[in-house]
Nanobody, 113 residues
Framework: IHLVQSGAELRNPGASVKVSCKTS????????IFWVRQAPGQGLEGMGR????????WYAQKFRGRVTFTADTSTNTAYVDLISLRSEDTAVYYC???????WGQGTQVTVSS
């Protein structure tokens, strides 16, 4: 099982960003995709998850309204969209699946003017 994420992003405050997570090596619809981030000097923070089988989502309270998870079953790719970016969103964003047994390599998102 492999999860390959898109490259680093630099955004201005107020902008939006979309990070992708392309999966392979298993049946995409069999497992949830979780999204987690880690800000500089901080621990891992769960953002929520998507069920690729039916598109059902769950978001951690602090991200509701600013984050959207999607999953494209034609390309076995999951996405996270984050809008209204602020400096506190600067972090490495990770996707994970298989009950967190398998992780992407992480995507650095930097929000700075």
């Amino acid at each position: 099982i492999h999860l390959v994420q898109s490259g680093a992003e630099l955004r201005n405050p107020g902008a939006s960003v979309k990070v992708s997570c392309k999966t392979s090596g298993y049946t995409f619809t069999n497992y949830y995709i979780f999204w987690v981030r880690q800000a500089p000097g901080q621990g891992l923070e769960g953002m929520g998850r998507i069920d690729p089988e039916d598109g059902g989502t769950w978001y951690a309270q602090k991200f509701r309204g600013r984050v959207t998870f999607t999953a494209d079953t034609s390309t076995n790719t999951a996405y996270v969209d984050l809008i209204s970016l602020r400096s506190e969103d600067t972090a490495v964003y990770y996707c994970a699946t298989g009950g967190f047994a398998f992780w992407g390599q992480g995507t650095q998102v930097t929000v700075s003017s």
